[in-house]
Nanobody
Framework: QAQVVESGGGLVQAGGSLKLSCTAS????????VNWYRRPPGEEREWVAR??????????NYRNAVKGRFTISREDAKNTVYLQMNSLKPEDTGVYYC??????WGQGTQVTVSS
């Protein structure tokens, strides 16, 4: 059964770093785009980053608020996508989810950034 499992969240002070991981049990993982989303407290889920395969290789896109601080990457041999988060801010607090076609939403991983 297709699924995603996120991990790596935690409590960190502002300015700190975390690296999230997401392992997906889907077919042909390397062919699919992957996205990271987050749900801030009391708000709707919002898109954070995307990595997709193209003619010239993988390309990435980021939410403006995280550009220059977050980096999405993937390790296709492990069916895993990562989100390296640096210079974290309190407004980055939320539950982080990864998304890939064919798999339902996972449980997410909580990221809390203290000021």
């Amino acid at each position: 059964q297709a699924q995603v499992v996120e991990s790596g969240g935690g409590l960190v002070q502002a300015g700190g770093s975390l690296k999230l991981s997401c392992t997906a049990s889907v077919s042909n993982f390397s062919m699919h785009a992957v996205n990271w989303y987050r749900r801030p407290p009391g708000e709707e889920r919002e898109w954070v980053a995307r990595m997709q395969n193209g003619i010239s290789g993988y390309s990435t896109n980021y939410r403006n608020a995280v550009k220059g601080r977050f980096t999405i990457s993937r390790e296709d041999a492990k069916n895993t996508v990562y989100l390296q988060m640096n210079s974290l801010k309190p407004e980055d607090t939320g539950v982080y989810y990864c998304s890939i076609v064919g798999a339902p939403w996972g449980q997410g991983t909580q990221v809390t950034v203290s000021s």
